[in-house]
């Protein structure tokens, strides 16, 4: 499965791309945001992991740019997030909502049988 992490903190996007990796998948990882909009519109994913709080643009911002994309629209969205706390760091289906879609958010930092769950689900094994 391709999947593109964007998160301005380096050190997580490079060991969440480690561990994708390491579990059979292509991720390609973007510690600033445009970069990973535009890697995006160039090589469709199956799965996007985003950052919420990001200095140039927030997480639901992008959100709001990718589901007008005709390309990208289709495209599942994780949130990532350490605005969460105790057990509301497990995946919430419906934890933040962006222009009335709640999207599936995954609190910071995760377990890796969480991060790999929230792939497994959401990720669209049909697209690419």
Do not use: W
Not at 59 to 80: C, H, M, N, R, T
Not at 86 to 95: R, W
Not at 98 to 108: E, H, M, N, Q, R
Request: glycine letters at 8%; hydrophobic letters at 40%; proline letters at 5%.
């Amino acid at each position: 499965m391709k999947i593109v992490i964007i998160d301005d903190d380096e050190d997580l996007c490079a060991l969440t791309r480690k561990v994708l990796v390491k579990y059979g998948h292509e991720a390609f990882a973007f510690s600033d945001a445009l970069q990973g909009i535009a890697h995006s519109q160039n090589n469709r994913p199956d799965l996007i992991l985003m950052d919420v709080m990001m200095p140039q643009l927030s997480g639901p911002e992008i959100v709001q740019q990718l589901k007008q994309d005709a390309q990208l629209k289709s495209v599942p969205v994780v949130f990532l997030t350490g605005l969460v706390t105790g057990h509301e760091k497990n995946l919430q289906e419906e934890g933040i909502s962006v222009s009335g879609i709640a999207y599936p958010t995954l609190g910071k930092p995760y377990e890796i049988a969480s991060l790999l769950g929230a792939v497994q689900r959401y990720g669209n094994k049909e697209a690419g």
